[in-house]
């Protein structure tokens, strides 16, 4: 049973037991992740200044003006906080399920971090494809293609699951648009942004994005990132890197990431680098 399961039913034994209780909205389509949306609005009693904590609201997902009961927060803020809390753990601790790999057509492979731990612990070991998948990639990768895309769990695969659907069909189309070769995408569990180097090598691309699930917060747990590097060799950094982060929901939404990472691959392509030699290159020609 995940963390977000067992917490969601404390709070309806909770809730039950409340004096005043307030009404849950269960939200079926975010896995039954509860929701108190009167909370974030009506938290602070008789404010000084309502408009204030509306403006702050406004632009930012933070917790203000929750309220305080004492020196704590609101019981139904707390139920919340733990809730949130329990969503970023199972958007760690979760595998993407075989069912939204196989309905996405993404083949399987792995690292060398054979479990959660190792690849919490020892970073290198999500860096390197493991012996099975580097000898499946060798026969059976798409070769020589201008772009590769993979995909990665990376510390969400919430992330995967919620943005690759419609991300990943949106990029492979506008690629096609503008007459870019692409190989045939695949998933790469445990698998961190470096690896995209292993992987570049062996399929001989010149263009290799990852789309890898990052960090989760108490804000969103369904944040998913795009590295992209252009022909990465021993040598390559960090700062050869470019990153476009923040995709999901309310921040860049899918579709919108598809298309805009597109028109940035090309722009990639004609430069022939990423990170920052591309940047420079690109604020030299604006």
């Given at each position: 049973m995940d963390i977000q399961e067992i917490v969601r039913r404390v709070v309806e034994e909770v809730q039950k037991n409340m004096n005043s209780p307030k009404e849950v909205n269960i939200d079926q389509s975010t896995e039954e992740i509860i929701?108190?949306?009167?909370?974030?609005?009506?938290g602070v009693e008789e404010p000084h200044n309502a408009a204030s904590i509306e403006r702050a609201q406004s632009i930012t997902p933070a917790r203000i003006g929750i309220g305080r009961t004492g020196t704590r927060m609101l019981t139904t803020s707390y139920l919340q906080f733990l809730i949130d809390h329990a969503a970023a753990q199972d958007a760690v601790l979760r595998d993407v399920s075989d069912d939204f790999l196989q309905n996405m057509d993404l083949y399987k492979l792995e690292t060398k971090a054979s479990d959660m731990k190792s690849y919490l612990m020892d970073l290198d070991s999500g860096r390197k494809l493991s012996d099975e998948s580097v000898k499946f990639l060798e026969k059976n990768g798409d070769k020589g293609k201008d772009v590769q895309i993979i995909i990665c769990d990376g510390l969400s695969s919430s992330a995967v699951e919620a943005n690759v659907i419609d991300l990943l069909p949106a990029l492979i189309q506008g690629l096609k648009l503008k007459n870019i070769s692409v190989a045939k995408p695949f998933f790469i569990k445990r698998?961190?942004?470096?690896?995209?180097?292993?992987?570049?090598?062996?399929?001989?691309?010149?263009?290799?994005?990852?789309?890898?699930?990052?960090?989760?917060?108490?804000?969103?747990?369904?944040?998913?990132?795009?590295?992209?590097i252009y022909r990465p060799t021993e040598k390559t950094v960090e700062a050869d890197r470019t990153v476009i982060s923040n995709i999901h929901k309310d921040g860049l939404t899918s579709l919108e990431a598809g298309a805009y990472l597109s028109d940035l691959i090309e722009q990639m392509l004609l430069a022939k680098c990423t990170g920052v030699s591309f940047a420079q290159q690109r604020s030299f020609n604006l």
């Open positions: 929701y108190f949306p009167e909370e974030r609005i009506k698998g961190r942004v470096w690896v995209q180097d292993e992987v570049a090598a062996i399929v001989n691309c010149n263009l290799v994005i990852s789309l890898i699930g990052e960090r989760p917060g108490l804000n969103t747990d369904e944040s998913l990132s795009a590295y992209m």
